[in-house]
């Protein structure tokens, strides 16, 4: 029986993964824009608020960026 060991933490290329994720988050943000034009009431609503929590969520990965930018050039330390 083998054992399981955990894999080490490899932060090396976290900036580029935020990265990607914040453009894919813009990219959701301006689909949605686009399928506001074509909805009302509750749906336009919903892509509203879906937008909004974006925004915070950029914010978020914005701040981590920094973070794991400052990380990477300490040495990770």
Request: hydrophobic share 25%.
């Amino acid at each position: 029986m083998t054992k399981n060991t955990p894999k080490p933490d490899d932060r090396s290329d976290n900036v580029e993964k935020l990265q990607d994720m914040v453009k894919n988050t813009k990219d959701n943000m301006e689909a949605a824009e686009e399928l506001m034009a074509y909805t009302n009431g509750k749906e336009r609503e919903a892509l509203k608020q879906k937008n909004e929590r974006r925004e915070k969520s950029l914010e978020g990965f914005r701040k981590e960026i920094i973070d794991e930018e400052n990380a990477r050039k300490n040495g990770y330390s």
